[in-house]
């Protein structure tokens, strides 16, 4: 017993010691927010006040000296994201998490992305402001990494420090811009339903662009082989550690409609949530230049910031700038494929790919004319007929380090709109506000006009010289408008009107949030940054209520159970509200996964049905498709001798809906809150590991809001009747002119990126609550409620 009881103590002894042992050197690798470091290549001491929610407020002699600590004090907040985002384009995840990213790595090392930021790189002024600022960003990483504290992930996981360059800034905005894309989630898709069951099927999914009915107004071969396409790309935007850009609200309110006669601003871009979070928030002042902006991890110039004098940020434009060809291979020689000019050679070129614990990958990518060939590159793409991928982002000269620099140094508006045409790729609406009371919405990208026979929906055929016609538009003609006279700009990702006759294609989301949006911007004269800190955490969908109108009357109620029919009144009354204690929203969304399934399952199969729930066309489908009697999706191809009709449908639909949730949640409706159904989990990568999953994940929270309303909490729907969001705004923003140092801001989760830091969860709370924080521009205000790092040259 004596020696029992010893053992006892000694194991306690010995889990006591490495707990104290763990939390000590946990401590020591907390960022440092005060005291003073030395720092090599700034000319003179350099001053960085952190405020009470860690954010940088860099005071500097020159950009440079302030580039440097930037990317120091970035590096020292945020490494570990850099390192995840600058091995994604390269295909280098296998190095750090071995076979379970390889699939990543192969399609990521075959697009080109890497050897695209190459060819950047060597056409970049090597004098330019924007190449000596970019460079002493990436000096102040590599300073960090070489003296600083080396992130816990990176003893986890076995990393190697490595010099960070700028090829890894290029590829990580080579990432960001693939991830924009919607074509290659659903291009091959459509041809497979096109394929299978014919173009009548199609009506009801407005390809044609007629589901674009609030748009933004300007001024001034075997198909189940293609859907493998759409399945194994979507499986990889989902599986990976780095979140992907999903859509976003913004609008810029004229000084005619607000109470102080200034310009407001607002801005909430829609991204997959993680953690850490997407944007690292930094104030940069200098004696002639001022910018509290946001960052992506590994990137010099800010995607969205504001000063005293203007503020910017973006919306997805899901144009499309992605096209897959059907190439033909030579019979006699499979390096060749076929062109109107005859066979020509496949380029060539080869990728080693490194697997952590396993040996190395080779992967040998042809490409065409039309781009890389996805055979090889995704493992589930079986078909023997080549595919080649033709991006924009990869086709036309890459500017996009010159432009966001330019973005963010604009003097003027005209500034700034000649600055957006340097972005070839991705498509975006970025919007604009100035103290000057100019406002505007100005999209991005190269667009192009395809052969009027063409529906560029679909999987193209690379060899007869038409499909790949592409007909360049100059910028002058992309949407935009600037001082319209209904004063006030915004973007939800929704359909531009026609420019010249011309529909632009892409990939836009439902009316919803440009409807309410607009709804509420058109009669009010009077805002001000109250106001529209309440309407950018909005939870009302007022197209959800339209459709429950039109769908109960569509029911056979007749022969309902008692259940059935108190969840069918809950239903009628509901306002559209998506709050926590709100019943309505349960019962519809689940009502909508059944429609969903009963509606299209039968024909798309499973795979292919989950690849559509993730598509931008699965939510513009169901308004047109519900309110078309004769739509030939009723039908259920699984029964013999039966035309299932809408009201069948949707009758079984509830029925099943309710049955769930009275399984799941019980039998009294009042508990079938929001709240219970709709949660917030901010993951990270290490998280997915049970025994860390409370150490570095953030939540889970109850969440308000819902699919495609103002606050876009975004779920995926499935058969569980639990719905996880996935992604949502990834800052909210508003800005006042009238009085632009109280201007606000929140973050989902926090500034830092170290699990240790006081800044790693301390938003999440306000964020879910819809509360904001200020982005403080005052210097003595910032002063007084910050601690002071201080960066000494180093001789």
Same mark, same amino acid.
């Given at each position: 017993?004596?020696?029992?009881?010893?053992?006892?103590?000694?194991?306690?002894?010995?889990?006591?010691?490495?707990?104290?042992?763990?939390?000590?050197?946990?401590?020591?690798?907390?960022?440092?927010?005060?005291?003073?470091?030395?720092?090599?290549?700034?000319?003179?001491?350099?001053?960085?006040?952190?405020?009470?929610?860690?954010?940088?407020?860099?005071?500097?002699?020159?950009?440079?000296?302030?580039?440097?600590?930037?990317?120091?004090?970035?590096?020292?907040?945020?490494?570990?994201?850099?390192?995840?985002?600058?091995?994604?384009?390269?295909?280098?995840?296998?190095?750090?998490?071995?076979?379970?990213?390889?699939?990543? =790595?192969?399609?990521?090392?075959?697009?080109? @992305?890497?050897? $695209? /930021?190459?060819?950047?790189?060597? *056409?970049?002024? #090597? &004098?330019?402001?924007?190449?000596?600022?970019?460079?002493?960003?990436?000096?102040?990483?590599?300073?960090?990494?070489?003296?600083?504290?080396?992130?816990?992930?990176?003893?986890?996981?076995?990393?190697?420090?490595?010099?960070?360059?700028?090829?890894?800034?290029?590829?990580?905005?080579?990432?960001?811009?693939?991830?924009?894309?919607?074509?290659?989630?659903?291009?091959?898709?459509?041809?497979?339903?096109?394929?299978?069951?014919?173009?009548?099927?199609?009506?009801?999914?407005?390809?044609?662009?007629?589901?674009?009915?609030?748009?933004?107004?300007?001024?001034?071969?075997?198909?189940?082989?293609?859907?493998?396409?759409?399945?194994?790309?979507?499986?990889?935007? =989902?599986?990976?550690?780095?979140?992907?850009? @999903?859509?976003? $609200? /913004?609008?810029?309110?004229?000084? *005619?409609?607000? #109470? &102080?006669?200034?310009?407001?601003?607002?801005?909430?871009?829609?991204?997959?949530?993680?953690?850490?979070?997407?944007?690292?928030?930094?104030?940069?002042?200098?004696?002639?230049?001022?910018?509290?902006?946001?960052?992506?991890?590994?990137?010099?110039?800010?995607?969205?910031?504001?000063?005293?004098?203007?503020?910017?940020?973006?919306?997805?434009?899901?144009?499309?700038?992605?096209?897959?060809?059907?190439?033909?291979?030579?019979?006699?020689?499979?390096?060749?494929?076929?062109?109107?000019?005859?066979?020509?050679?496949?380029?060539?070129?080869?990728?080693?790919?490194?697997?952590?614990?396993?040996?190395?990958?080779?992967?040998?990518?042809?490409?065409?004319?039309?781009?890389?060939?996805?055979?090889?590159?995704?493992?589930?793409?079986?078909?023997?007929?080549?595919?080649?991928?033709?991006?924009?982002?990869?086709?036309?000269?890459?500017?996009?380090?010159?432009?966001?620099?330019?973005?963010?140094?604009?003097?003027?508006?005209?500034?700034?709109?000649?600055?957006?045409?340097?972005?070839?790729?991705?498509?975006?609406?970025?919007?604009?506000?100035?103290?000057?009371?100019?406002?505007?919405?100005?999209?991005?990208?190269?667009?192009?006009?395809?052969?009027?026979?063409?529906?560029?929906?679909?999987?193209?055929?690379?060899?007869?010289?038409?499909?790949?016609?592409?007909?360049?538009?100059?910028?002058?003609?992309?949407?935009?408008?600037?001082?319209?006279?209904?004063?006030?700009?915004?973007?939800?990702?929704?359909?531009?009107?026609?420019?010249?006759?011309?529909?632009?294609?892409?990939?836009?989301?439902?009316?919803?949030?440009?409807?309410?949006?607009?709804?509420?911007?058109?009669?009010?004269?009077?805002?001000?940054?109250?106001?529209?800190?309440?309407?950018?955490?909005?939870?009302?969908?007022?197209?959800?209520?339209?459709?429950?109108?039109?769908?109960?009357?569509?029911?056979?109620?007749?022969?309902?159970?008692?259940?059935?029919?108190?969840?069918?009144?809950?239903?009628?009354?509901?306002?559209?509200?998506?709050?926590?204690?709100?019943?309505?929203?349960?019962?519809?969304?689940?009502?909508?996964?059944?429609?969903?399934?009963?509606?299209?399952?039968?024909?798309?199969?499973?795979?292919?049905?989950?690849?559509?729930?993730?598509?931008?066309?699965?939510?513009?489908?169901?308004?047109?498709?519900?309110?078309?009697?004769?739509?030939?999706?009723?039908?259920?191809?699984?029964?013999?001798?039966?035309?299932?009709?809408?009201?069948?449908?949707?009758?079984?639909?509830?029925?099943?809906?309710?049955?769930?949730?009275?399984?799941?949640?019980?039998?009294?409706?009042?508990?079938?809150?929001?709240?219970?159904?709709?949660?917030?989990?901010?993951?990270?990568?290490?998280?997915?590991?049970?025994?860390?999953?409370?150490?570095?994940?953030?939540?889970?929270?109850?969440?308000?809001?819902?699919?495609?309303?103002?606050?876009?909490?975004?779920?995926?729907?499935?058969?569980?009747?639990?719905?996880?969001?996935?992604?949502?705004?990834?800052?909210?923003?508003?800005?006042?002119?009238?009085?632009?140092?109280?201007?606000?801001?929140?973050?989902?989760?926090?500034?830092?990126?170290?699990?240790?830091?006081?800044?790693?969860?301390?938003?999440?709370?306000?964020?879910?609550?819809?509360?904001?924080?200020?982005?403080?521009?005052?210097?003595?205000?910032?002063?007084?409620?910050?601690?002071?790092?201080?960066?000494?040259?180093?001789?």
């Amino acid at each position: 017993m004596k020696t029992l009881k010893k053992v006892f103590l000694i194991l306690i002894s010995l889990v006591v010691l490495l707990s104290v042992t763990l939390y000590v050197y946990l401590q020591t690798t907390k960022p440092k927010y005060e005291g003073e470091i030395s720092l090599k290549n700034i000319e003179k001491e350099t001053t960085v006040f952190f405020d009470d929610f860690g954010i940088p407020h860099i005071y500097a002699a020159t950009q440079k000296d302030a580039m440097v600590a930037l990317g120091y004090v970035h590096a020292q907040d945020r490494l570990w994201q850099m390192e995840l985002l600058r091995r994604i384009a390269p295909g280098r995840l296998s190095e750090l998490f071995g076979t379970k990213a390889l699939k990543n =790595d192969q399609f990521f090392a075959g697009i080109g @992305i890497d050897e $695209n /930021s190459e060819k950047a790189i060597s *056409q970049l002024d #090597k &004098n330019s402001e924007t190449y000596i600022l970019a460079m002493a960003y990436v000096d102040g990483i590599n300073q960090y990494m070489h003296e600083g504290k080396t992130p816990i992930e990176f003893q986890l996981l076995g990393v190697k420090i490595e010099k960070f360059t700028l090829k890894d800034v290029y590829n990580i905005f080579g990432y960001m811009s693939f991830s924009f894309a919607m074509a290659q989630k659903t291009d091959p898709l459509l041809t497979d339903i096109r394929d299978k069951f014919g173009m009548e099927y199609l009506k009801d999914f407005g390809i044609d662009g007629s589901f674009g009915t609030t748009q933004l107004k300007s001024y001034k071969g075997k198909s189940n082989d293609y859907a493998e396409i759409s399945k194994s790309i979507t499986r990889l935007l =989902d599986n990976s550690p780095i979140p992907s850009f @999903i859509g976003s $609200n /913004s609008w810029v309110i004229g000084a *005619q409609k607000t #109470k &102080n006669g200034k310009v407001i601003f607002a801005n909430d871009p829609h991204i997959m949530f993680s953690q850490p979070c997407t944007w690292y928030e930094a104030h940069i002042a200098t004696p002639d230049y001022e910018m509290y902006g946001y960052y992506l991890a590994g990137t010099p110039f800010p995607l969205l910031g504001h000063n005293h004098n203007y503020a910017y940020g973006l919306t997805m434009f899901e144009n499309d700038d992605l096209d897959l060809f059907q190439e033909e291979e030579n019979p006699a020689n499979s390096n060749q494929y076929k062109t109107v000019d005859g066979y020509k050679n496949y380029s060539l070129r080869k990728k080693i790919i490194k697997v952590k614990d396993s040996a190395s990958v080779t992967l040998n990518i042809k490409e065409s004319v039309h781009g890389p060939i996805m055979n090889g590159l995704l493992n589930t793409l079986t078909t023997k007929k080549p595919v080649a991928m033709y991006w924009i982002y990869t086709q036309q000269k890459n500017q996009i380090l010159e432009a966001v620099h330019a973005l963010s140094h604009s003097e003027k508006l005209d500034d700034f709109h000649e600055a957006i045409s340097l972005i070839a790729a991705p498509g975006l609406n970025i919007m604009y506000g100035d103290a000057k009371n100019n406002i505007a919405w100005i999209t991005s990208g190269k667009l192009y006009k395809l052969d009027k026979s063409i529906n560029g929906n679909f999987i193209m055929n690379g060899a007869n010289g038409i499909d790949d016609k592409k007909e360049f538009i100059d910028f002058s003609k992309n949407p935009y408008a600037i001082n319209p006279n209904w004063n006030y700009v915004y973007s939800a990702n929704n359909q531009p009107e026609p420019i010249d006759g011309y529909l632009y294609p892409g990939y836009y989301l439902p009316k919803d949030r440009a409807q309410r949006i607009a709804g509420l911007l058109k009669p009010k004269n009077n805002w001000n940054s109250a106001d529209v800190q309440n309407f950018i955490i909005d939870n009302t969908s007022s197209t959800s209520v339209l459709l429950v109108t039109n769908w109960t009357k569509s029911v056979e109620n007749n022969h309902w159970n008692t259940n059935e029919k108190e969840a069918f009144e809950i239903l009628k009354k509901w306002s559209g509200s998506n709050n926590l204690k709100d019943v309505g929203p349960t019962i519809y969304n689940k009502w909508i996964s059944c429609y969903l399934k009963n509606t299209f399952q039968d024909e798309l199969g499973d795979e292919n049905f989950k690849a559509f729930l993730v598509t931008h066309i699965m939510k513009q489908v169901i308004e047109g498709q519900s309110n078309n009697e004769n739509s030939l999706w009723w039908d259920n191809t699984a029964t013999k001798n039966k035309r299932e009709t809408k009201k069948e449908i949707l009758t079984q639909s509830f029925k099943e809906a309710i049955t769930y949730l009275t399984k799941q949640l019980g039998p009294v409706k009042t508990k079938w809150t929001w709240s219970k159904v709709h949660t917030l989990e901010h993951q990270h990568p290490m998280g997915k590991i049970a025994a860390l999953r409370a150490f570095f994940n953030v939540g889970p929270f109850e969440a308000s809001g819902s699919n495609e309303v103002i606050n876009n909490m975004m779920f995926f729907y499935n058969e569980t009747g639990i719905y996880e969001v996935k992604a949502g705004p990834s800052t909210r923003r508003v800005i006042d002119f009238s009085d632009v140092e109280n201007s606000v801001s929140i973050l989902p989760t926090g500034q830092s990126g170290n699990p240790m830091s006081a800044h790693y969860s301390d938003q999440a709370t306000m964020y879910n609550k819809g509360q904001f924080r200020k982005m403080k521009l005052n210097k003595k205000e910032i002063m007084a409620t910050s601690t002071k790092l201080v960066f000494k040259p180093k001789n």
